[in-house]
């Protein structure tokens, strides 16, 4: 059995990338030539044509479920055709940020690993390691715990102060505790690179979810440097809109290939640079 974590790095290392895509569609964006479709068709053949023209760009694949849960049962089903699509290999994972009882979240784990066939997802640590365990307890599945979020009101709950820390950095201290298979992470936002050198330093081995470069203004470069590990590894940087919406016309997949290839290359040359200034060079 292979673990998440060790397909993630066996894609990181083959496509020499530290990308995951967002794929995240919006009717209104999509190309003009798609619009006319029904809305679960459109999405589907959007995503089918972003997943062939940048596979071997991405370490892995992130659907937020909101896009598609609001397009009814039919959204649904055009979310798991478009998790088949992804080669074989390449991980993909669900954004779903779920937290509930345990009894609740067994049914989450289901639904996630089993009837959509995701590889990680992302979660809420709020309801302790109890309701963790359903989604903790799959071995080969990953876990990505919400940390401190790269949206302008993270603040307001993570930064509360706990005994002297704010509240982002006692959940880096502790969730990776709360499991003794490797196969949890922490989703930490871009916008915050000062934060993210924090976790980093609290929770030096653990892989970090980034998101927030972009569309949502966190800066590539200082967040790198601030979220490698001491290997020059340990970091998924996720960009969606940038991507997916590199153009819009009938070249919207070859644009977006482009961008994701120029995100790509500029990733690998802060982590260069990052790596080097670890060694002292």
């Known amino acids: 059995m292979t673990t998440y974590m060790e397909r993630l790095a066996q894609v990181s290392r083959k496509n020499e990338s530290l990308l995951c895509v967002g794929l995240d569609p919006e009717l209104h964006r999509l190309p003009e030539h798609l619009r006319g479709l029904p809305s679960h068709e459109a999405i589907l053949a959007f995503n089918k044509e972003l997943i062939d023209a940048t596979c071997d760009l991405v370490a892995a694949y992130k659907p937020n479920l909101a896009f598609y849960e609001a397009l009814g049962p039919e959204g649904m089903e055009s979310l798991r055709a478009t998790v088949r699509h992804v080669p074989n290999g390449v991980p993909v994972i669900a954004d779903a940020k779920r937290g509930d009882i345990d009894h609740t979240m067994r049914l989450y784990a289901t639904a996630v690993f089993d009837v959509y066939g995701f590889d990680a997802v992302t979660a809420s640590p709020y ?29 307001d709950i993570a930064e509360l102060d706990v005994g002297g820390e704010p509240l982002y950095l006692r959940v880096a201290e502790r969730v990776p505790t709360w499991t003794s298979h490797a196969n949890i992470g922490l989703v930490v936002g871009a916008t915050a690179p ?26 590539l470069e200082a967040s790198v440097a601030a979220g490698l590990d ?25 644009d977006a290939r482009t961008a994701a290839r120029e995100i790509r290359d500029r990733i690998n040359a802060a982590r260069v640079t990052a790596v080097d200034a670890l060694r002292g060079r």
């Open 194 to 219: 000062t934060q993210l050198a924090r976790v980093r330093a609290v929770a030096p081995v653990v892989p970090i979810l980034l998101p927030g470069v972009g569309a949502q203004g966190g800066d």
């Open 230 to 254: 001491q290997t020059g590894d340990g970091l998924l940087v996720v960009v969606a809109r940038q991507v997916m919406y590199a153009s819009s016309g009938l070249r919207f997949a070859e």
């Open 127 to 155: 309801l302790g390691r109890d309701a963790l365990l359903p989604f903790l307890d799959r071995a080969d599945r990953g876990t990505y715990i919400l940390c401190r979020t790269s949206n302008p009101g993270a603040a």
